[in-house]
């Protein structure tokens, strides 16, 4: 199997302020163009663009491909289930909304310590048996979001877990907040089959400083920086698939044009990488991936994402003008930073453990007028 995954999680959208207007016509230009290069895994989730990826994936790809032509991955938003009982009920709504009788790949979604806990006392394990011995799950796994000492409990507690979803790329490689490369190891360890989301780091890594991209572009001129970021993670040992959340037809183009005959880095890619890897981190201010489960429950309706992007933006640019416009447009219709009520909801749901609250009383204070 080709190592580049479709991930249906940021898809083009119709109107850029309705994340749930999915551009279906664009996608599914897309998707024959994947089809046609013989590339064959899409990858889904129940909360994607306001609960609608799954049907886009229904209309783009299943009603017109042939069922065994493709590999498709679903996941239970373990963030939903407040009982066993709600499992089956997500699972037959997810395979209606997809439009099959069975999945591929389904996955626990979003696996760290609570989430853990509650899947195994709710019987979710369980659930995800008696679906496979259905045949109505063909592989079983999990994505996950923590420390590398919890993702051996659940491997070592879970055989039938076949493959890991990891964050990995090259800038958390080393970072002693996400733990990439020790997470991998663990999953290594244990034999299992990885799944790469985040190559780009939710898009941090496609632009990155100018000192940065002078580096690649000395060794690879026509190299894109999407193209090291996912090379760097398809060259690892045990990886099968890199997720790519592409929004348009020219990102899916160059992810095509290096992933369809696949070259693994040498040792001289690698150090420079290393080198890049070294600029971005300084660089970096908030290490976002623009994954969206903070928006999920957050009562005021923040941004929260947009928002980090607008003040990373300005972090690296010094360019208040451009940050500052990007800023409002965000906030059009919806919560500014200043509008955050203290809950917390965020800061339990966000895979990379940002302080969101500590960051958007930053925000405000860098976008919002005092008076
Ligand atoms: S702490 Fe603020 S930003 Fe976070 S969910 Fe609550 S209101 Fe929203
Ligand atoms: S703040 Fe955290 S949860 Fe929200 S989009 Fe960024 S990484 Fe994801």
Redo the contacts with the bound molecule.
Sequence with gaps: MKKLGFGFMRLPLSDKNDFGSIDIDTVKKMTDMFMEKGFCYFDTAFPYHREKSEEAIRECLVKRYPRDSFILADKMPTARVTSGDDYPVIFETQLERCGVEYFDCYLLHNIWKKSYRETESFGGFDFIREKMKEGRIKHFGFSFHDEPELLDEVLKNHPEAEFVQLQLNYLDWESPGVRARECYETARKYGRDIIVMEPNKGGSLINIPKEAEELFRAYDPDGSNAKWAMRFCASLPGVRVVLSGMSAIEQLSDNMSFMDDFRPFNDEEIKITEKVRDIVAKSAAIGCTKCRY?TE????G?P?PEFIDAYNSYCMTKNMGNAGMYYRRYAMGRGLASS????????QRCPQHLK??KI?SGIADTFEPKN
């Design positions: 903070c429950d957050c009562p005021a923040i929260i955050c009520l203290d809950c917390g909801n965020c800061e969101i609250r958007l």
